[in-house]
């Protein structure tokens, strides 16, 4: 009872009253059947005190109260990607501990993960294991990126004496954190948020190093096979529990089978509820793709409505209705004396203007959030037949790729834009007449792809990222728009405008980020170079055409943050973008951060550092497949892109010497904003051989390299050569 209630977050008080006859000071040994006595209940508690003292955790001993339990969550992840990482932990080499398995009920392998680890003595399938396995001594929770070496959990409970909490890994890939289950209990009776933060504060934690362990990174986060189920036809119902009856043999094959049906009921009203949801939000989307997106008063449409849906109709003489019009987009099935009494500009789709006859796609409601790696049996597939958009794309996006036929027509081309805008690669048979619906750079983004590279996970996203990137610079409703008014010769509003601001101490480098920033295709940019420290030349670097650069000099003891902050201060932009002096960029950059602003409605975007340069070894890697678009704190600091309006709220970059990335993620989470990675391609961050404040050879990025390439690889990772200081 003590260490229950010690392990659930009690105080004990020690009490000299109430120790027992044979404890403390002058107590008299117990006699021989005594001795015995406790022997016998010291091998029980064994069982019940998950606790060193009181057991051996000695590799192949299990016992009744686990001495650590380990959260594995299901959710998103397929069965052979579940059941890996179930198997990796328990071929630990401390075998004292039970896996719980948190399997969400509409997860589509739930049947199959329960009925495999169900009857296991050693997994839990539990949704709360704190809750289920209350008695246990410590918590571990894997998360899906991580395999875990044989010694690891013995590692990192050597580390956690003396604490609360101790954490390892990069979030990059995924912490690996562990904890006494007293310090979470606590935290949770002290009605704290984050249990796992609170408990640190209160117990102490401990950050291990990364060469501490040997976590492996694995490739997890993989788009799940999806399609809407149906129940199956009454009569098969009906054939499955007549089966089910002639089965009976006993009383016990009768209660059996009397869960069976309770189970079966159960599953048809669910089935049926969903399929009546998906009916009705079938029948929402049917009214919302005719008014797709909020089209504004100023623009009219004469024609029909497939080619900008939402837009009020031009109204022949009717001056009251067509108050405020200072364009008419006419289709190309507008007549001539349909247009003659019009006193405005008029923008004919197609032909002269070059403007693509599909309609513009909602990038809010259609782009690459959730885009995920498939798993090794994916395959092309045609495009899916479904009445609901989000449907098609949810079950295109388990796809290697969609094949469609040809365009030649609006709904094809709003279909395929659906799927481009969204990330999902597709693969056009006949582009025979597309152009006029999608363009010409779309129809070439779209054609020569080989269906068997797909299979490739790189080349599979780097040809979503380019059909994505034509899609929703060119075929968004904000880009459309800017489209129509410049074929009418009305002002158009200028791209938000971005500041970069680089801080140097490597005069070397100087000529090289000022030519990386002067390559972006980004319309609206400046450079703001902070030069900190000694062996600049004294004459400030020269612009090349085109590129707005501001100079600052800071001393070599000037605070790096504040170094930052003196830059940002002279930014002129909406948004303030931070680059490295010594990293590679693709020219695509910044309007990749911009445009995944756009739809993320995030404060500040980034990207991940999937794609390292090793300059020891000489080879170029991915790691962390499959963490970009989606909310994330996990972002390269070479790769910010902050709102202006946001750096100026938390007061400008943390005035610290190191650590001014996570510093600024923490500010903007803590004043509310939203974070966003997007996409890692344009990156690519150089390790070299030096000597660096994060302190890990090269052997940490090989463990957790998914895919490597010989030698410098900037094509790989979609950045462009920089001038660099020896010439080359």
């Keep these: 009872m003590g260490y229950r209630a010690f392990n659930r977050g009690g105080l004990l008080v020690p009490e000299r009253r109430a120790l027992a006859w044979h404890q403390g000071e002058g107590a008299s040994g117990p006699d021989p059947a005594e001795k015995r006595s406790q022997e016998e209940q010291a091998h029980r508690l064994a069982h019940l005190i998950a606790e060193k003292g009181f057991r ?37 080499g401390f075998h004292d501990l039970v896996v719980g398995l948190s399997v969400p009920p509409d997860h589509p392998d739930a049947v199959h993960i329960e009925r495999e680890y169900g009857p296991d003595p050693r997994v839990v399938l539990s949704g709360d294991l704190l809750a289920d396995v209350p008695d246990a001594f410590v918590r571990l929770e894997v998360p899906p990126r ?47 948020t984050d249990p796992w933060l609170a408990a640190g504060e209160l117990f102490g934690e401990r950050e291990m190093s990364a060469g501490a362990l040997d976590l492996a990174a694995r490739r997890t986060r993989s788009a799940l096979p999806w399609k809407p189920t149906d129940n199956p036809p009454v009569l098969v119902l009906a054939g499955k529990v007549l089966r089910k009856l002639a089965s009976v043999r006993s009383p016990r094959d009768l209660v059996v089978m009397g869960r069976w049906v309770v189970r079966g009921f159960s599953n048809v009203a669910r089935r049926a509820r969903l399929r009546l949801l998906r009916r009705r939000a079938a029948r929402r989307a049917a009214v919302e793709d005719r008014v797709a997106v909020a089209v504004p008063g100023w623009v009219r449409l004469a024609g029909s409505q497939d080619h900008l849906p939402g837009a009020l109709s031009w109204s022949e003489g009717s001056a009251r209705k067509n108050e405020g019009c200072e364009v008419v987009v006419a289709a190309p099935d507008a007549g001539a004396d349909e247009l003659r009494a019009v006193d405005v500009p008029v923008v004919r789709l197609g032909g002269d203007s070059g403007i693509p006859l599909a309609a513009p796609v909602n990038h809010l409601r259609f782009n690459p959030a959730g885009f995920l790696p498939v798993g ?47 990330g999902v690669p597709v693969l056009l048979g006949d582009a025979e007449g597309a152009g006029r619906w999608l363009g010409a750079d779309l129809v070439v983004a779209l054609c020569g792809i080989d269906e068997g590279d797909l299979a490739d996970p790189t080349f599979r996203e780097a040809v979503s990222v380019a059909q994505r990137r034509i899609t929703l610079n060119t075929h968004s409703l904000p880009a459309r728009l800017a489209q129509v008014r410049a074929a009418a010769g009305l002002p158009v509003q200028p791209v938000p405008s971005v500041s970069v601001v680089v801080s140097t101490n490597r005069p070397a480098l100087v000529e090289r980020i000022v030519g990386i920033v002067a390559a972006q295709d980004h319309p609206s940019t400046e450079l703001i170079l902070a030069l900190h420290g000694d062996g600049f030349a004294a004459a400030d670097p020269v612009a090349p055409p085109g590129l707005s650069l501001k100079v600052l000099r800071a001393p070599a003891d000037a605070v790096f943050g504040h170094v930052l902050s003196q830059a940002s201060a002279l930014a002129e932009g909406e948004w303030v973008a931070k680059m490295d002096d010594d990293d590679w960029y693709g020219t695509e950059h910044l309007s990749d951060l911009v445009l995944a602003a756009g739809y993320s409605g995030a404060d500040l975007v980034g990207k991940g550092s999937e794609f390292v340069y090793l300059e020891g070894s000489e080879v170029t890697l991915r790691r962390g497949l499959g963490a970009g678009e989606a909310p994330s704190r996990t972002i390269s600091g070479g790769t910010m892109l902050v709102r202006t309006a946001m750096l100026r709220e938390v007061c400008g970059w943390r005035g610290v010497p190191r650590g001014v990335d996570v510093a600024l993620i923490d500010d903007v989470a803590q004043a ?23 302190r890990i050879d090269d052997s940490y990025f090989l463990r957790q390299a998914e895919h490597q390439w010989p030698g410098l690889d900037l094509g790989v990772a979609g950045v462009e050569a920089a001038k660099e200081p020896d010439g080359s």
């Design 56 to 92: 051996k955790s000695l590799p192949g001993r299990s016992f009744e109260v686990p001495m650590v339990t380990v959260a594995i969550d299901a959710s998103g992840r397929t069965y052979e990607d579940v059941a890996d990482q179930v198997e990796n932990v328990l071929a630990s």
């Design 146 to 192: 991580v395999d875990l070496g044989v010694s690891d959990v013995a590692s990192m409970l050597r580390g956690l004496v003396g604490r609360g909490v101790v954490r390892a890994g990069e979030e990059a890939v995924g912490v690996v954190r562990m904890a006494y289950t007293r310090a979470l209990c606590r935290a949770v009776n002290a009605g704290a």
């Design 376 to 422: 090794s049996g994916a395959v092309v597939e045609d495009l899916p037949e479904m009445a609901w958009p989000e449907d098609r794309v949810r079950s295109a996006r388990a796809a290697l790729g969609v094949r469609v036929g040809s365009v030649d027509g609006a709904s094809a081309a709003a279909r395929l834009l659906e799927l481009t805008a969204s």
């Design 672 to 694: 509310g904003g939203g974070i966003w990675r997007t996409h890692p391609f344009g990156y690519l961050l150089r390790r070299t051989t030096g000597s660096h404040t994060w």
